[in-house]
Protein backbone atom coordinates (compact mmCIF):
# COMPACT_ATOMS: atom_id res chain seq x y z
CA UNK A 1 0.00 0.00 0.00
CA UNK A 2 1.63 3.16 -1.00
CA UNK A 3 1.94 5.30 1.89
CA UNK A 4 3.69 8.31 3.37
CA UNK A 5 5.02 8.58 7.25
CA UNK A 6 5.83 11.80 8.97
CA UNK A 7 7.75 12.50 11.84
CA UNK A 8 7.49 14.29 14.45
CA UNK A 9 3.56 14.77 14.48
CA UNK A 10 4.36 18.17 16.37
CA UNK A 11 7.44 20.06 17.08
CA UNK A 12 7.67 23.17 19.34
CA UNK A 13 11.37 25.16 18.97
CA UNK A 14 12.81 28.55 19.88
CA UNK A 15 13.28 31.48 17.43
CA UNK A 16 16.51 31.40 15.61
CA UNK A 17 17.34 27.62 16.33
CA UNK A 18 17.40 24.56 13.34
CA UNK A 19 15.16 21.66 13.16
CA UNK A 20 15.07 18.73 10.82
CA UNK A 21 11.42 16.63 9.97
CA UNK A 22 11.32 13.82 8.38
CA UNK A 23 9.01 11.82 5.83
CA UNK A 24 9.39 8.19 5.08
CA UNK A 25 7.25 6.67 2.31
CA UNK A 26 6.37 3.10 0.29
CA UNK A 27 5.64 4.81 -2.62
CA UNK A 28 6.37 2.67 -5.56
CA UNK A 29 6.84 3.19 -8.52
CA UNK A 30 8.43 6.20 -7.06
CA UNK A 31 8.47 9.49 -9.54
CA UNK A 32 8.92 12.90 -7.36
CA UNK A 33 8.64 13.95 -3.75
CA UNK A 34 7.36 17.57 -2.65
CA UNK A 35 7.28 19.47 0.53
CA UNK A 36 4.65 21.85 0.86
CA UNK A 37 4.34 24.58 4.07
CA UNK A 38 0.84 25.32 5.29
CA UNK A 39 -0.31 28.11 7.43
CA UNK A 40 -3.13 27.63 9.53
CA UNK A 41 -6.30 28.23 7.61
CA UNK A 42 -4.24 28.44 4.24
CA UNK A 43 -3.93 26.41 1.19
CA UNK A 44 -0.42 24.67 1.26
CA UNK A 45 2.31 26.55 -0.68
CA UNK A 46 5.18 24.69 -2.27
CA UNK A 47 8.91 24.63 -0.88
CA UNK A 48 10.70 21.90 -2.83
CA UNK A 49 10.30 19.13 -5.86
CA UNK A 50 12.78 16.40 -5.88
CA UNK A 51 13.13 13.87 -8.80
CA UNK A 52 14.60 10.49 -8.38
CA UNK A 53 17.72 11.59 -9.70
CA UNK A 54 18.17 14.66 -7.09
CA UNK A 55 19.59 14.16 -3.09
CA UNK A 56 18.93 17.72 -1.91
CA UNK A 57 17.76 20.83 -2.59
CA UNK A 58 17.49 24.17 -1.05
CA UNK A 59 14.81 26.95 -1.11
CA UNK A 60 16.07 29.66 1.07
CA UNK A 61 16.54 28.69 5.09
CA UNK A 62 14.93 25.37 3.92
CA UNK A 63 16.75 22.13 2.73
CA UNK A 64 15.32 19.23 1.41
CA UNK A 65 17.27 15.81 1.40
CA UNK A 66 16.09 12.82 -0.56
CA UNK A 67 17.34 9.28 -0.23
CA UNK A 68 15.84 6.71 -2.85
CA UNK A 69 17.06 3.62 -1.83
CA UNK A 70 16.08 3.87 1.37
CA UNK A 71 12.59 6.11 0.87
CA UNK A 72 13.04 8.64 3.41
CA UNK A 73 13.74 12.10 2.98
CA UNK A 74 14.08 15.11 5.35
CA UNK A 75 12.96 18.89 5.39
CA UNK A 76 15.94 21.23 7.33
CA UNK A 77 14.99 24.28 8.32
CA UNK A 78 17.79 26.51 9.24
CA UNK A 79 17.37 30.26 11.83
CA UNK A 80 14.17 29.39 11.89
CA UNK A 81 11.92 31.86 12.39
CA UNK A 82 8.32 32.93 13.99
CA UNK A 83 6.84 32.96 10.37
CA UNK A 84 7.93 29.19 10.22
CA UNK A 85 5.26 28.15 12.28
CA UNK A 86 3.09 26.04 10.26
CA UNK A 87 2.28 22.18 9.17
CA UNK A 88 4.99 20.86 6.54
CA UNK A 89 3.24 18.66 4.62
CA UNK A 90 5.46 15.94 2.35
CA UNK A 91 4.13 14.63 -0.79
CA UNK A 92 4.74 11.75 -2.76
CA UNK A 93 3.80 10.96 -6.49
CA UNK A 94 3.73 7.74 -8.35
CA UNK A 95 5.10 7.44 -11.56
CA UNK A 96 2.00 6.72 -14.14
CA UNK A 97 1.45 5.13 -17.20
CA UNK A 98 4.23 5.85 -20.04
CA UNK A 99 6.41 7.41 -17.29
CA UNK A 100 3.64 10.56 -16.98
CA UNK A 101 2.92 11.50 -13.35
CA UNK A 102 0.64 9.21 -11.37
CA UNK A 103 -1.34 9.79 -7.77
CA UNK A 104 -0.35 12.24 -5.64
CA UNK A 105 -0.28 10.76 -1.47
CA UNK A 106 -0.35 12.88 1.25
CA UNK A 107 1.66 12.74 4.45
CA UNK A 108 -0.81 14.10 7.21
CA UNK A 109 1.98 16.83 8.00
CA UNK A 110 4.18 17.86 10.69
CA UNK A 111 3.09 21.06 13.00
CA UNK A 112 5.75 23.21 14.00
CA UNK A 113 5.63 25.94 16.27
CA UNK A 114 8.45 28.36 16.39
CA UNK A 115 8.67 30.08 20.02
CA UNK A 116 9.79 33.72 20.34
CA UNK B 1 -2.26 31.25 -3.35
CA UNK B 2 -1.17 31.73 -6.96
CA UNK B 3 -3.63 32.39 -9.29
CA UNK B 4 -6.58 30.55 -7.89
CA UNK B 5 -9.41 31.68 -6.18
CA UNK B 6 -12.11 30.17 -3.84
CA UNK B 7 -15.09 31.32 -2.28
CA UNK B 8 -16.20 32.02 0.50
CA UNK B 9 -13.88 31.03 2.64
CA UNK B 10 -15.92 30.44 5.17
CA UNK B 11 -19.50 28.12 4.93
CA UNK B 12 -21.96 27.51 7.36
CA UNK B 13 -25.08 25.13 6.11
CA UNK B 14 -28.05 23.15 7.42
CA UNK B 15 -28.15 19.06 7.48
CA UNK B 16 -29.74 18.05 3.70
CA UNK B 17 -28.65 21.52 1.94
CA UNK B 18 -26.21 21.14 -1.17
CA UNK B 19 -23.93 23.70 -1.46
CA UNK B 20 -21.33 24.63 -3.94
CA UNK B 21 -18.06 25.77 -3.81
CA UNK B 22 -16.20 27.99 -6.08
CA UNK B 23 -12.79 27.44 -7.80
CA UNK B 24 -11.34 29.41 -9.98
CA UNK B 25 -7.91 29.80 -11.65
CA UNK B 26 -6.26 32.62 -13.95
CA UNK B 27 -3.28 30.39 -14.72
CA UNK B 28 -3.86 28.71 -17.97
CA UNK B 29 -3.63 25.59 -16.62
CA UNK B 30 -5.42 22.12 -18.20
CA UNK B 31 -6.07 20.30 -14.88
CA UNK B 32 -8.04 21.04 -11.86
CA UNK B 33 -8.57 18.96 -8.29
CA UNK B 34 -10.47 18.82 -5.56
CA UNK B 35 -9.11 17.45 -2.02
CA UNK B 36 -10.70 17.39 1.32
CA UNK B 37 -8.66 17.94 4.38
CA UNK B 38 -9.64 17.06 8.16
CA UNK B 39 -7.39 17.45 11.31
CA UNK B 40 -4.74 14.94 11.76
CA UNK B 41 -5.33 13.68 8.38
CA UNK B 42 -3.45 13.97 4.82
CA UNK B 43 -5.34 15.60 1.98
CA UNK B 44 -7.71 13.42 0.46
CA UNK B 45 -8.36 13.58 -3.16
CA UNK B 46 -12.48 14.57 -4.31
CA UNK B 47 -12.58 14.62 -8.14
CA UNK B 48 -9.89 15.81 -10.82
CA UNK B 49 -10.20 17.32 -14.18
CA UNK B 50 -7.37 17.40 -17.13
CA UNK B 51 -10.06 18.69 -19.62
CA UNK B 52 -12.87 21.06 -20.21
CA UNK B 53 -15.87 18.73 -20.03
CA UNK B 54 -14.23 16.08 -18.53
CA UNK B 55 -13.65 15.08 -14.79
CA UNK B 56 -12.91 11.52 -12.99
CA UNK B 57 -13.81 10.56 -9.51
CA UNK B 58 -10.67 10.47 -6.91
CA UNK B 59 -10.67 8.45 -3.60
CA UNK B 60 -13.60 9.95 -1.36
CA UNK B 61 -15.98 11.02 -4.46
CA UNK B 62 -19.11 10.07 -2.81
CA UNK B 63 -21.56 12.19 -2.03
CA UNK B 64 -19.88 15.31 -3.91
CA UNK B 65 -20.52 16.23 -7.82
CA UNK B 66 -18.32 18.61 -10.16
CA UNK B 67 -18.73 20.44 -13.63
CA UNK B 68 -16.15 21.32 -15.71
CA UNK B 69 -17.35 23.58 -18.43
CA UNK B 70 -14.75 26.32 -18.57
CA UNK B 71 -11.06 25.60 -18.04
CA UNK B 72 -10.89 28.57 -15.92
CA UNK B 73 -13.52 26.93 -13.38
CA UNK B 74 -14.04 24.00 -11.28
CA UNK B 75 -17.11 23.78 -9.15
CA UNK B 76 -17.48 21.44 -6.19
CA UNK B 77 -21.06 20.63 -4.58
CA UNK B 78 -21.26 19.07 -1.28
CA UNK B 79 -25.02 16.88 -1.67
CA UNK B 80 -26.48 15.74 0.85
CA UNK B 81 -25.51 12.27 0.30
CA UNK B 82 -22.17 12.92 2.16
CA UNK B 83 -21.87 11.90 5.43
CA UNK B 84 -19.48 13.81 7.09
CA UNK B 85 -19.29 17.09 5.42
CA UNK B 86 -17.68 19.47 7.84
CA UNK B 87 -14.06 19.84 6.53
CA UNK B 88 -11.29 22.03 4.86
CA UNK B 89 -11.78 22.39 1.23
CA UNK B 90 -8.87 22.39 -1.35
CA UNK B 91 -8.84 23.22 -4.93
CA UNK B 92 -5.64 22.70 -6.99
CA UNK B 93 -4.53 23.15 -10.71
CA UNK B 94 -1.68 22.24 -12.49
CA UNK B 95 0.02 22.36 -15.95
CA UNK B 96 0.09 19.15 -17.87
CA UNK B 97 3.23 19.56 -18.98
CA UNK B 98 5.95 18.60 -16.68
CA UNK B 99 9.20 20.86 -15.23
CA UNK B 100 12.59 19.15 -15.55
CA UNK B 101 12.54 15.44 -14.33
CA UNK B 102 8.72 15.49 -14.84
CA UNK B 103 7.53 16.68 -12.10
CA UNK B 104 3.68 18.64 -12.73
CA UNK B 105 4.02 22.04 -9.90
CA UNK B 106 0.27 22.08 -7.96
CA UNK B 107 -0.86 24.83 -6.80
CA UNK B 108 -2.97 25.29 -4.29
CA UNK B 109 -6.49 27.83 -3.45
CA UNK B 110 -6.62 29.64 -0.13
CA UNK B 111 -9.33 26.86 0.78
CA UNK B 112 -13.35 27.05 1.88
CA UNK B 113 -13.67 25.65 5.23
CA UNK B 114 -17.63 24.38 5.15
CA UNK B 115 -19.45 23.76 8.14
CA UNK B 116 -22.88 21.62 8.51
CA UNK B 117 -25.06 22.11 11.44
Known amino acids: KNQVEQSPQSLIILEGKNCTLQ??????????LRWYKQDTGRGPVSLTI?????NTKSNGRYTATLDADTKQSSLHITASQLSDSASYICVVSSRGYGGSQGNLIFGKGTKLSVKP | DGGITQSPKYLFRKEGQNVTLSCEQNLNHDAMYWYRQDPGQGLRLIYYSQIVNDFQKGDIAEGYSVSREKKESFPLTVTSAQKNPTAFYLCASSNLHPTSGGAYEQYFGPGTRLTVT
Open chain 1, 50 to 54: MTFSE
Open chain 1, 23 to 32: CNYTVSPFSN
